[in-house]
């Protein structure tokens, strides 16, 4: 079975530009979540996604926004990047009974 | 809300050695209690978990955890801990029977294990 899948694995940009991450969660999970870590803040929650729609959101700005499709793959978008946005971002998918949840490998991303 | 707290932020340990990593959490209701490892340049992988039963919970790789529900507890042991052991370790909650998936994560642990 495979894992979660994000790509792509690194990123570099540049301020004011703005990013599209993807996550591929197992099959049959339905959850997709993401997180941001950097050395200062940790792993903050960023939103999640069920069925296509947005289940619960973090405290971030609406520069951070998401989707989800119909075949449970999401998109993270940040717009009018920042330098403090620059971080590791992590997407999980839970499994059915919310029990557990599986992360891919991350998507590196470096605002210059 | 939730919150956990990581007591130390790294702990080096000489190979072959014990080692406690410690957690504490904050809840007002019920919540289920994971460890997550990260290795470098790598995502979390989950280590262990308690959602129920019996308040010990062990890892295939040596790891395990107690649930002290007194003192909101969930500390990471092991007897004997090894070089590739070194990775930073995440311990998160997630409210049980939840209706969707936040975790909320402590600080981490660097722990580093000398040769």
């Known amino acids: 079975k495979a894992g979660v899948t994000q790509t792509p694995r690194y990123l570099i940009k540049t301020r004011g530009q703005q990013v599209t991450l993807s996550c591929s969660p197992i099959s049959g999970h339905r959850s997709v979540s993401w997180y941001q870590q950097t050395p200062g803040q940790g792993l903050q929650f960023l939103f999640e996604y069920f069925s296509e729609t947005q289940r619960n959101k973090g405290n971030f700005p609406g520069r951070f926004s998401g989707r989800q499709f119909s075949n449970s793959r999401s998109e993270m978008n940040v717009s009018t990047l920042e330098l403090g946005d620059s971080a590791l971002y992590l997407c999980?998918?839970?499994?059915?009974?919310?029990?557990?949840?599986?992360f891919g490998q991350g998507t590196r991303l470096t605002v210059v | 809300a939730q919150s956990v707290t990581q007591l130390d932020s790294q702990v080096p340990v000489f190979e072959e050695a014990p080692v406690e990593l410690r957690c504490n959490y904050s809840?007002?209701?019920?919540?289920?209690l994971f460890w997550y490892v990260q290795y470098p340049n790598q995502g979390l992988q989950l280590l262990l978990k308690y959602l129920s039963g019996s308040t010990l919970v062990e890892s295939i790789n040596g790891f395990e955890a107690e649930f002290n529900k007194s003192q909101t507890s969930f500390h990471l042991r092991k007897p004997s801990v090894h070089i590739s052991d070194t990775a930073e370790y995440f311990c998160?909650?997630?409210?049980?029977?939840?209706?969707?998936?936040?975790?909320?994560f402590g600080k981490g642990t660097k722990l580093s294990v000398i040769p």
């Open positions: 809840s007002s209701v019920s919540v289920y």
């Open positions: 999980a998918s839970s499994s059915p009974q919310n029990t557990e949840a599986f």
């Open positions: 998160a909650v997630i409210p049980s029977g939840a209706g969707s998936y936040q975790l909320t």
